[in-house]
């Protein structure tokens, strides 16, 4: 098992930053993308951004985050992070941390999700 424990959400003004971080433990190995997803009451959980945990380090975004979010990611530690700048009000919901491990098999592991809420 992989545990994610997610850190740094919390209530900002429009146009302004935060930066999301997760960090993973237990049992940590051959993991090979980090990333972030978010989900709305109601809705489905979609990607935000996600990283290779290799040498390539290939980034993925959501059209609707690039050039704003930037993720970055640490195999050594392992940690995942997402700054976030200029930030809108409908950036505003659940986001998520996500490890993919492959170790016979995919397995994907979740963190419990951190509140960012974007309001004057």
């Known amino acids: 098992q992989v545990q994610l424990v997610e850190s740094g959400g919390g209530l900002v003004q429009p146009g302004k930053s935060l930066s999301l971080s997760c960090g993973a433990s237990?049992?940590?190995?051959?993991?090979?993308?980090m990333g972030w997803y978010r989900q709305a009451p109601g809705k489905q959980r979609e990607m935000v951004a996600t990283?290779?945990?290799?040498?390539?380090?290939?980034?993925n975004y959501a059209d609707w985050v690039k050039g704003r979010f930037t993720i970055s990611g640490d195999l050594a530690k392992p940690t995942v992070s997402l700054q976030m700048n200029s930030l809108e009000p409908e950036d505003t919901t659940v986001y998520y941390c996500?490890?993919?491990?492959?170790?016979?098999?995919?397995?994907?592991?979740w963190g419990q999700g951190t509140q960012v809420t974007v309001s004057s």
């Open positions: 996500y490890t993919g491990v492959l170790r016979g098999g995919y397995e994907n592991f």
């Open positions: 237990g049992s940590i190995f051959n993991i090979y993308k």
């Open positions: 990283i290779s945990i290799s040498e390539d380090g290939v980034t």
